[in-house]
């Protein structure tokens, strides 16, 4: 069983940053994919970012590209750094792990954390 931990999230204002961190234990001995969703109060939970073990392929949603970055793998710590948020993106963001063979666009992953909850004001 993998377990996935959060941290990082906060109230900051538009235009700041933030650097999210996800802990996961139990799966050194897999490539787990790793991906960034985010759900906002009403509303659908989304992929932000993924990356896969390697760090050879990465995805971005478009409402992010250029602005965050998911760095690290399932065998370490996994990032997401956000900068020039917006209050669009506010909302409670999630880390989860995907073994290997699906699609890492999807959103069928397979372990997630707790979510942290992120805020950005006007």
């Known amino acids: 069983q993998v377990q996935l931990v959060e941290s990082g999230g906060g109230l900051v204002q538009a235009g700041g940053s933030l650097r999210l961190s996800c802990t996961a234990s139990?799966?050194?001995?897999?490539?787990?994919?790793m991906g960034w969703f985010r759900q906002a109060p009403g509303k659908e939970r989304d992929l932000v970012a993924a990356?896969?073990?390697?760090?050879?392929?990465t995805y971005y949603a478009d409402s992010v590209k250029g602005r965050f970055t998911i760095s690290g793998n399932s065998a370490r710590n996994t990032y997401l750094q956000m900068n020039s948020l917006k209050p669009d993106d506010t909302a409670v963001y999630y880390c989860?792990?995907?073994?290997?063979?699906?699609?890492?666009?999807?959103?069928?992953?397979?372990?997630w954390g707790q979510g942290t909850q992120v805020t950005v004001s006007s």
């Open positions: 139990r799966c050194a001995f897999r490539p787990y994919t």
């Open positions: 990356i896969t073990w390697t760090g050879r392929n």
């Open positions: 989860a792990a995907q073994v290997p063979g699906k699609d890492y666009t999807g959103s069928e992953y397979d372990y």
